[in-house]
T-cell receptor, first 112, second 113 residues
């Protein structure tokens, strides 16, 4: 099966700084890599995703990069704001179905 | 479009009982996946249904089962509940057959006493 590792488990940054969360996966057949944000007591919300035929994708202050050779992908948040504080999960999926393998999560705290 | 809905939102059950959880996907979505979320194990995949057929299954015991109806609504059942089954159960819907965006419901918080 697939194994997704995520680092760091906790991250504190000053407001306005950048935050980077990294994930690695094991199965080269995985081709879809979403990132979810989960606030306390809420459902996971898809914030950005990337497919294996793309190396980088941006959406305003959020970007994701993918290195297929090294089997790792990263989430970059620039100009962080207090409302970015949440738990972030990376995931990997193969084209054979909607079975997501999740990382263990990163608790991000943005200090005002 | 309305989002993914799950009922009930909260449940308290006793060890040995069984429970059924329901998930209604986004209109037009045919794939429903179920996940168990716990502080210790994170988000773990239970199973996925597409067009009323189970397509993928995670590493959970046979006490965990599910089904999907012709309108894409899905149910999961847990029999002979154990204390360790206490968790947030999330379902997610997707429009396509694989490797596609999944949208999560609010979850059902199950507590087993």
């Amino acid at each position: 099966g697939e194994n997704v590792e995520q680092h760091p488990s906790t991250l504190s940054v000053q407001e306005g700084d950048s935050a980077v969360i990294k994930c690695t996966y094991s199965d080269s057949a995985s081709n879809y890599f979403p990132w979810y944000k989960q606030e306390l007591g809420k459902r996971p919300q898809l914030i950005i995703d990337i497919r294996s035929n793309v190396g980088e994708k941006k959406d305003q202050r959020i970007a994701v990069t993918l290195n297929k050779t090294a089997k790792h992908f990263s989430l970059h948040i620039t100009e962080t704001q207090p409302e970015d504080s949440a738990v972030y999960f990376c995931a990997a999926s193969k084209p054979t179905g909607n079975q997501f393998y999740f990382g263990t999560g990163t608790s991000l705290t943005v200090i005002p | 479009k309305a989002g993914v809905t799950q009922t009930p939102r909260y449940l308290i059950k006793t060890r040995g009982q069984q429970v059924t959880l329901s998930c209604s996907p986004i209109s037009g979505h045919r794939s429903v996946s179920w996940y168990q979320q716990t502080p210790g194990q994170g988000l773990q995949f239970l199973f996925e249904y597409f067009s009323e057929t189970q397509r993928n299954k995670g590493n959970f015991p046979g006490r965990f089962s599910g089904r999907q109806f012709s309108n894409s609504r899905s149910e999961m059942n847990v029999s002979t509940l154990e204390l360790g089954d206490s968790a947030l159960y999330l379902c997610a819907s997707s429009s396509w057959t694989g490797g596609d965006e999944q949208y999560f419901g609010p979850g059902t918080r199950l507590t087993v006493t």
